[in-house]
């Protein structure tokens, strides 16, 4: 091989790297914008809240032993969905999990028709 075509062959890879960079870099821009708009679908426009005190806020009727499974509830619709399921670190609990409080809303609205249809059947 030339000299000239080693310099062609040389210049010809460093086109396609820099072609491949800044495809690198656009999907990296795109997916720095879809992060940004996910994480403002909970902090933005919409409140967020712990399980406990979403339910002490409204005085929701939930049963304590039906919280830890509603939170689990709350975590998997939270990425079915996309949005992010954030901790915070509370002295008393240790780490805990917060979520929008319009997943909570839609999760517990649903809860507590059930439990009063249940317990309407039970005691009608």
Do not use: W
Not at 8 to 26: D, G, S
Not at 52 to 74: F, G, H, M
Not at 91 to 113: A, K, M, S
């Amino acid at each position: 091989m030339s000299q000239a075509e080693l310099i062609l062959q040389l210049a010809q890879t460093n086109v396609e790297q820099e072609k491949r960079l800044k495809l690198t870099e656009q999907r990296l821009a795109a997916l720095e914008e879809s992060v940004k708009k996910l994480s403002s679908k909970c902090i933005g426009n919409y409140g967020c809240s712990t399980m406990s005190s979403y339910i002490q806020r409204y005085k929701l009727p939930i049963y304590v032993s039906d919280i830890s499974k509603l939170s689990n509830d709350a975590a998997r619709l939270c990425r079915k969905r996309g949005y992010p399921v954030n901790k915070v670190n509370i002295e008393r609990f240790g780490t805990i999990n917060v979520y929008p409080d319009f997943i909570l809303h839609e999760l517990l609205d649903d809860y507590i028709r059930t439990t009063q249809r249940l317990n309407g059947s039970i005691m009608g």
